[in-house]
């Protein structure tokens, strides 16, 4: 399905297939941890892939870092410390900072060369990188949780790839338990959770685990997300106290966004028919 | 990119492609009209093929049906009189029917053969294909509008291909000017729109020639549809009264659905950041 004029990601196990009409490779190299691959696109500008999977483009980035950030964000009365595990390419970390209560922002992606591209081809979601409050670290984000110390953050998001792989870890109740033990009173964890048409069962046996691993709350987010397959993707909220929207402050957020306001906020946390049944 | 393995819909125009995997080929044919194929697909169930674009799956095709029907039922005070306009493969007739109120829904498609290739390999979409409300003609749905009475039909739904080739003139002021003619007092049309990302000037125009019509009130709704560009579809309805959804009918509707319900029904109706600025 790849040819010279086509970038194609086949999601083999779904049946389905995407792909991008490429202008250009940019750039390709195997870093310690993943095959990294930069195209340009005819529509939408540049498009990174890792291990044959597409994983952000210039255009359409915006539904997902969006919405991996800003619900949590304003689902929790007061957060000022915010983790996020995976995320790279630094486009979770740019939404993060645009909340001023923010007081420190630490992006763990185990690999240090996804940055490295994302500052050169994805330059616009690295604009935050320099500021005081972010810190970037290259370590394994799965063992950076577990030697956590108690009530250290108050939000981790969870950005990562697919649950194979290196993020295979980030998807277990061994993880959620080592989340609970380090994040705070009111503490919460929101993660990509795929696509409810194409992996119900994954977010199913997700929210069980993150349940079993003893949040006593579950909440999924749906979105587009053109790039991602079915291209209509979604994010698992698991949290310690109840979920309560700050929608006063995210009416009058002092930032600009592309997709998130309240109406879509409270959109994404509309439960298809089909999906209230499979957790009933 | 098609191969005897997969079916490739190449959106050229957008620079994206969509791919099922295909087990076998059903059947195809050269109608008056179009261009007709009915694949098997690994995952996805059966698939048909119009001209070459993504029409219908088994798997995922209630999205589609479910949004382009209910919403708009449930925002009409009182819908007893429903044309759709297109829909050959009956699976939007069917969603219309679900509601005791409708007395009567004509589905006025041109091509007669969609409509028995559906009766084969989609027989679930045409289980309400013998209810005694139901009217299936095979005419111009253009011609069928402009020759009807006044106060002749509560609700239009415009379930048709892309706006080029048959549906082309489903898109243009003088058509939606024949809709206001034969609409009654309340009465409101609802027209699929493509992708808010993908297509959003089409968005733009049609809502300006919807208003130009004479149409005081337009709305987009938003929903999930992985079969076609970017796997996120809209509808807008125009209206000639102010929309006022009966969310306590819907609440109460004494049929199933897959993914509509109250709540899916609100999020549909949030407008993007970005979609909001287009018609600022």
Known sequence: MNSSEWFTEQAASTGTAFSLKITKKLHEEQSDFQ????YETETFGNLMIIDGCTMVSTRDNFFYHEMMSHPALFLHSNPKRVWIIGGGDCGTLREVLKHKGVEQ??????DERVTRLAEIYFSELCESNDDPRADLKFIDGIKWVKDAAPNSVDLIIVDSTDPIGPAEGLFGEEFYRDCIACLSENGLLVQQSESALLHLNLIIEMRDAMKNAGFPHQQTLFFPQCLYPSGWWSATIASKAELAFRANDCANKDFETTYYNV??????????????????
């Open 105 to 110: 922002a630490v992006q763990i992606d185990i």
């Open 35 to 38: 095959h990294l691959e930069i």
């Open 263 to 280: 109406d879509i906020h409270n959109a994404a946390m509309a439960q298809p028919e089909f999906f209230k049944k499979a957790f009933a």
